[in-house]
């Protein structure tokens, strides 16, 4: 088993890294500092390392320079540190990656370090490495055979990150289209996280006026501005304890911004017309449609709450990137529908399923179970006939799930510009068939020089 040491001076971060490790058969040893980690470099003899650059008694730099070359060194970096990351690498580590960064593209580069490592002492001990990669093997083949047969390797992957960051207090960041399911993923962390029997309180920030959204967040006083007919309790009032999520964090106005910064920097709040500081203790979690690192460069989004926000990010496929999902799910909205609707409908027929599995689906979860919603209640037979789809199913436009061979961002200009055919260049409607807000439908005309 490969051991890795971990030279990390945020313990909750470390931690998690250590779990994900632990899963895929690495034995992981924790250290916060470098004099730490230099005694457990003798005491262990790991097979790789992966350390911060920043650490709070030596400097990273001089912790490499006294390792030498003898071990393989992976440096963890901020946003800011590429530079110096790069310094590192000349000083003999092996690769760097820059925080925020999925435990995907770590392991990625673990692998590949070890590889490397592993060929040049190959001759040592090749016979048990050989055996324990055999075992590994096995044991992976034997755990995915358990449960691959109806989830997709998307929703599996998301579903392991989930649980990974959900014990933890890091800020997320959830990006996905419009309906993916963004909410449900928020949920699901604050359900796995220790803040479970707390509140789990949800702000649509694309739906509040700019003037009322530090009301919102904050609460008020009674009579301290026009309107304000009675106290309030803001939203980060009313998650303390829980989680906050802030849904379409993008489409908060500067200023908007610049007050969620100072409230997560300081942990405090004041309701407006009040001069009493209230303490809160929330984990943020929010969701984003867009390209919120594009806002950033464009400068429609703060730098520094990006990244405060963005401590891990999780990215939601759309149903078009899991469609192996979509049976489960639409037997589990057929059966949410009949409970609801109070019918027995059994099944769906074959040209439905033809057409589920070709359709493009750009309101994905959400846009299935709408359908489904609707073709239960129209049903009177058994089964689910394409005469109860919409009839945008049954005449799909020219770009279907094997269209998706075109780059994402070629896919989704097709679809705006289908969409805003199909509507006459109607935007709101266009917006509505695409199942996003106008603003974003804006956002994404602006973003792709589209000429209409
Ligand atoms: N895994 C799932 N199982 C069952 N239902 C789901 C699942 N994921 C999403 N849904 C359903 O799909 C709908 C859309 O999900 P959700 O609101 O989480 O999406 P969203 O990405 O947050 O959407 P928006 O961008 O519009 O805010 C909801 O009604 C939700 O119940």
Known sequence: MPKILIIEDD????????RFFTKKGYEVFLSSSGKDGSKQIKENAPDLILTDLRLPDLN??????????????????????????????????FDYVSKPFTPDQILQTIEKALDKGERASSFVSKDIKESESNTDDDLNSGKEGKNVEFVSSATKKLDEYISLVAPTDMSVLIIGKSGSGKEVTAKS????????????????????????AASEFFGHLKGSFTGAVSDKVGSF??????????????????????????????????????????????????????????????G????????????????????????????????????????????????????????????????????????????????DGNEIIPDVLPSEMLAPSEITASSVNLTKEEFEKEQILNALKRTNYNKSKAAKLLQVTRKTLYNRIHHYNLDI
């Open 11 to 18: 313990t909750s971060f470390a931690k998690m890294l250590q």
């Open 60 to 93: 990273g730099i001089q912790l490499i320079a006294s390792i030498g070359e003898n071990i393989p060194i992976i440096v963890m970096t901020g946003y800011a540190e590429v530079q110096t990351a790069v310094e590192a690498m000349k000083q003999g580590a």
């Open 189 to 212: 962390i604050h359900n796995k996280s220790k803040r479970h029997d707390k509140p789990f309180v949800a702000l649509d920030c694309g739906a509040i006026p700019k003037e009322l």
């Open 237 to 298: 009032e009313a998650a303390s304890g829980g989680t906050l999520f802030l849904d379409e964090v993008g489409n908060l106005s500067y200023q908007n911004q610049i007050q969620l910064l100072r409230a997560l920097q300081e942990r405090k709040i004041k309701r407006i017309g009040s001069n009493k500081e209230i303490e809160v203790d929330v984990r943020i979690i929010s969701a984003t449609n867009e390209d919120l690192k594009e806002a950033v460069g464009r």
């Open 300 to 379: 429609n989004f703060r730098e520094d709450l990006y990244h405060r926000l963005n401590e891990f990010s999780l990215q939601i496929p759309s149903l078009i990137e899991r469609l192996e999902d979509l049976p489960v799910l639409a037997y589990h909205f057929l059966k949410v529908s009949n409970q609801k609707l109070g019918k027995n409908i059994q099944d769906f027929s074959n040209q439905v399923w033809d057409i589920f599995m070709t359709y493009h689906w750009p309101g994905n979860i959400r846009e299935l179970q709408n359908i489904i919603k609707r073709a239960v209640l129209l049903t």
